[in-house]
């Protein structure tokens, strides 16, 4: 169990991508830990399932589900969090919905990455982070990728969408530090989730390093203080590696890299 102090951090949190996965380990931490929750998803039977979990530890759990790509998902949000005091933002919602060379590509599709991996997470983190800022204290935790430090072919949208977070992350941290309120970037990489088991990526390939929802989670709870980017423990050398110049190199690493673990 992971030690969080409910009373800066509560006594609710919402998390935006909460039914498995890191999520769904997010949830089951914070609910053993005190904090009652809103978690936020596509699947319900998955986010049902997670909630139930929760609800074990006898915290309130609320469930919301809604596509974040949706035009009403932000006031629906809204609506669903409006009386409540939220202490604890966690966006683990992005993901690489669309994947192929940008030229050649369906620019709505691409379009629809950034909604989710940037727009969302900018409405999400103002519609509770200046609630916190006025109360003086909270938390934001916003799920990042080692791909964010490198180009890389067939998603370089989504590549790039995380270098923003990142880098927006920086920026928040300082805004809010003065205030009270932690936020953090946690960085991973490959990780042994649902939705990357989908996409079709190989966790065997070799070579190839895969965490586990669990111990990314709890990891990121732990340094959630720890700001402005904190990169998990089994990531900081791929992290330094892809930060590198020349830049050609990096990206050419990358490029074989991503094509081994699609077993291409």
Do not use: C
Request: aromatic share 8%; charged share 20%.
């Amino acid at each position: 169990m992971t030690s969080i102090d409910s009373d800066k951090y509560g006594p609710w949190a919402v998390i935006a991508g909460g039914s498995e996965g890191v999520g769904a380990v997010f949830a089951d931490e914070l609910a053993m830990a005190g904090l009652n929750l809103v978690l936020i998803a596509r699947k319900e039977d998955a986010l049902e399932a997670t909630a139930e979990q929760a609800r074990r530890y006898g915290t309130e759990v609320r469930t919301l589900v809604q596509d974040l790509l949706a035009s009403d998902a932000v006031a629906n949000i809204a609506t669903a969090t409006a009386d409540l005091e939220v202490g604890l933002l966690i966006f683990n919602a992005g993901a690489n919905t669309y994947g192929n060379e940008f030229v050649f590509g369906d620019m709505e599709r691409f379009r629809s990455v950034m909604t989710l991996n940037i727009d969302r997470q900018l409405d999400l983190v103002q519609m509770f982070g200046r609630p916190m800022a006025e109360r003086g204290h909270g938390g934001i935790i916003l799920l990042g990728s080692v791909t964010g430090f490198v180009g890389s072919g067939h998603q370089s949208i989504y590549s790039a969408a995380k270098a923003f977070s990142r880098v927006f992350a920086e920026g928040l941290w300082w805004e809010l530090r003065d205030y009270g309120v932690d936020v953090v970037e946690l960085i991973l990489g490959v990780t042994r989730t649902p939705a990357m088991a989908r996409a079709g990526l190989n966790f065997d390939a070799p070579g190839l390093l895969v965490s586990e929802p669990a111990d990314v989670a709890r990891e990121g709870l732990a340094h959630i203080g720890d700001g402005p980017v904190w990169v998990i423990d089994a990531e900081k050398e791929g992290a330094l590696s892809r930060s590198q110049f020349p830049r050609d190199q990096r990206v050419l690493a990358e490029a074989q890299a991503v094509a081994a673990m699609m077993g291409r």
